[in-house]
């Protein structure tokens, strides 16, 4: 959304390809991918805990991420970023072990 131009948009060039498209068509996509997103966690805490389902949801948006901003805006990753990254699924997995059994 950062790199959306909003102000652009107006009346006269709201479906132009040269005018209002290019900033309104990542809004559409970030409207969209968030109601998907709110689907997709309702339906995961249906069948496992909220906590698990929680840590996992920000483990694979913060890899998502990381790995967009990689590909799209060419930005560098570090060694630490992945080792922290790991850090991250591997306290998921723990969690999932050792988790107490519900009744």
Not at 10 to 19: A, L, R
Not at 60 to 85: D, G, P
Not at 92 to 102: D, E, F
Request: net charge positive.
């Amino acid at each position: 959304m950062k790199f959306s131009d909003l102000k652009t948009l107006s009346f006269t060039n709201f479906y132009k390809w040269q005018g209002g498209l290019p900033a309104l068509l990542p809004f559409v996509g970030y409207v969209l991918f968030g109601l998907a997103n709110i689907y997709f966690f309702s339906t995961a805490i249906k069948q496992i805990p909220t906590a698990m389902a929680f840590a996992v949801w920000t483990a694979i948006t913060l890899i998502f991420l990381k790995f967009a901003e990689t590909m799209f805006f060419h930005q560098r990753i570090s060694v630490a970023e992945v080792c922290f990254m790991l850090l991250i699924m591997v306290g998921i997995m723990g969690l999932k072990i050792y988790a107490v059994p519900a009744k």
